[in-house]
Nanobody
Framework: QVQLVESGGGLVQAGDSLRLSCAVS????????MGWFRQVPGKDREFVAA????????YITDSLKGRFTISRDSAKNTVYLHVNSLKSDDTGVYYC????????????????????WGPGTQVTVSS
């Protein structure tokens, strides 16, 4: 059973940078496609970023390109979401997701396609 635990959220100032971590247990991260979503109250979960099983392909949703990046440390079995120039609109709960994949370079964007979800970490950006 795959378990995901996010960390690194908190209260930050607009303009700051942040790194969210997702610790993966139960499977090696290089057997999984990984992603990040975020959600604010009253809205659907929004796709943020994904990284392929190989780690060689990444994708950031268009509206967040330039400020968000996703990376992975296979030795630590951890996936990261790096955010620069935080804005108040970035406030929300950030979720890490995982999916068992056979293809090494597949990017998964739809929430219903993911098999595993972490409990989420709250990010609050004050202006």
């Amino acid at each position: 059973q795959v378990q995901l635990v996010e960390s690194g959220g908190g209260l930050v100032q607009a303009g700051d940078s942040l790194r969210l971590s997702c610790a993966v247990s139960g499977r090696a991260v290089n057997t999984l496609g990984m992603g990040w979503f975020r959600q604010v109250p009253g809205k659907d979960r929004e796709f943020v970023a994904a990284i392929s099983r190989s780690g060689g392909t990444t994708y950031i949703t268009d509206s967040l390109k330039g400020r968000f990046t996703i990376s992975r440390d296979s030795a630590k079995n951890t996936v990261y979401l790096h955010v620069n120039s935080l804005k108040s609109d970035d406030t929300g709960v950030y979720y890490c997701t995982a999916k068992s994949l056979s293809g090494p370079n597949i990017i998964v964007k739809a929430p219903y396609q993911y098999d595993y979800w972490g409990p989420g970490t709250q990010v609050t950006v004050s202006s």
